[in-house]
């Protein structure tokens, strides 16, 4: 099973959610995060007082899946979530050692 | 029929007071949703606590004894609840006509001055805001609001000689709702404050840095300052005094139009100040702006025209700005620029009385204002010189970073992940 972890412009979290279910991917997790990349950040100005503005505003979804998900979700993630400028995110594959579904106790690929 | 209309008079005076009280009392609500908003989110609870606190306080100590000072009476405002309704028939039948002052209830009167007294105390709290200790605060505004401020107001609207030596109306010191005795005395007790506490850890950098620690909600700011907005009609429109004849009734207008004009003026003139030196609209000095043409209008809100009325605004607005900027180049830190728009605008507020008020003079107002400030400045120094000594006016430097919400009040104000034990 994997883990993919997609860093992603907040405003495209309704495309990329929608392009999961189509590919049956049932479960997200989303958080909402701050981060930068290769951009560099900018300054702004406070009552006169200058400021750096490093970390914009991004989403963190996190799927749980099976492997032979795999190709499809980078792929879909990765269409609905390009706008093909600065700052459109990353996505993270991490191999997942175990997952349980609380409810039931189902273990391993029955559980994602 | 003739004690009909007297009683009459008598009430629609005292309902008037009563109703401009309260809308300076909400005048309260305005700086605590203006400060809080311009507070970091973990100083939050903190300034609330210190806003309704401080009302109370300033409520309670004029009540003991400020009122008293500040125009005689009694202590604990003995006596208060009797009216002598011959007596007050008797006053009207003497004259003769509507015209004179107005006559009202006594209780009225208390509240529409005591709301004043908050006033002048909640302009100290923002300036102090994120590193004070709480009590050295709330012990600091029962001093303020018990002696100092009734002191200055007693030589001013009380009309007392300043200890003895000289008697402000008689040099022609003119203050309509309070400028310099309400305003600039509240910013003289921030500033006195502020220098003996120093600024938020990290605010200045050692190179002449200044930096940015930007409020956790804007919306509340504007809320707050639209409060205020709201509340200063009562403010300014409440100290014409009367309302029951033709002319009070058309003044009492003319101040709540010039108010208006003038905090729009400020607003405006703020938002284009702040653009040309920044870049960008900055909303915050908007904000600023739109309370600092309200201050400089206070002073004199029934004599200018409405056009007057808006270019006296705009000056404060362009004003404020600019001494925020300065006051921070100065080092001295004013997290909510309080000290630049009661204190400096509530001066030019002052000096700008005598172009449109004849009774006033240039050199009264300068006396007057000096004689405020040096008192209510030095007065405060010592007191919050003492607090300092004794027990201290500043949180630990764990506590500041912690924020002031934790350490104070023992409660966040946006709390996440609280767990029961």
Known sequence: ?112 | MENSVFHLQYAIDTFYFLVCGALVMWMAAGFAMLESGLVRAKNTTEILTKNVALFAVACTMYLVCGYAIMYGGNIFLSGMGEVDVAGVLGEYAERGDFEGGSIYSGASDFFFQVVFVATAMSIVSGAVAERMKLWAFLAFAVVMTGFIYPMEGAWTWGGADVFGMYNLGDLGFSDFAGSGIVHMAGAAAALAGVILLGARKGKYGPNGEIRAFPGANMPLAALGTFILWLGWFGFNGGSVLKLGDIASAHSVAMVFLNTNAAAAGGAIAALITARIMFGKADLTMLLNGAIAGLVVITAEPSTPSALVATIWGALGGVLVVLSIVTLDKLRIDDPVGAISAHGVCGFLGLMLVPVTNDGAAFSGQLIGALTIFVWVFVASLIVWGILKAVIGIRVSEEDEYEGVDLSECGMEAYPEFVSSK
């Not at chain 1, 093909?84 to 995110?89: C, R």
Request: proline letters at 2%.
């Open chain 1, 1 to 112: 099973m994997k883990l993919v972890t997609a860093i992603i412009k907040p405003f495209k979290l309704d495309d990329v959610r929608e392009a999961l279910s189509e590919i049956g991917v049932q479960g997200v997790t989303v958080t909402e995060v701050k981060g930068f990349g290769r951009q560099k950040g900018h300054t702004e100005l406070y009552r006169g007082a200058e400021y750096v503005v490093d970390f914009l505003p991004k989403v963190k979804v996190e799927v749980a899946i099976g492997d032979g998900l795999l190709d499809q979700v980078i792929e879909s993630i990765t269409k609905a979530a390009n706008t093909g400028k600065i700052g459109d995110g990353k996505i993270f594959v991490t191999e997942l050692e175990q997952a349980i579904r609380i409810r039931t106790g189902e273990t391993g690929e029955e559980a994602v």
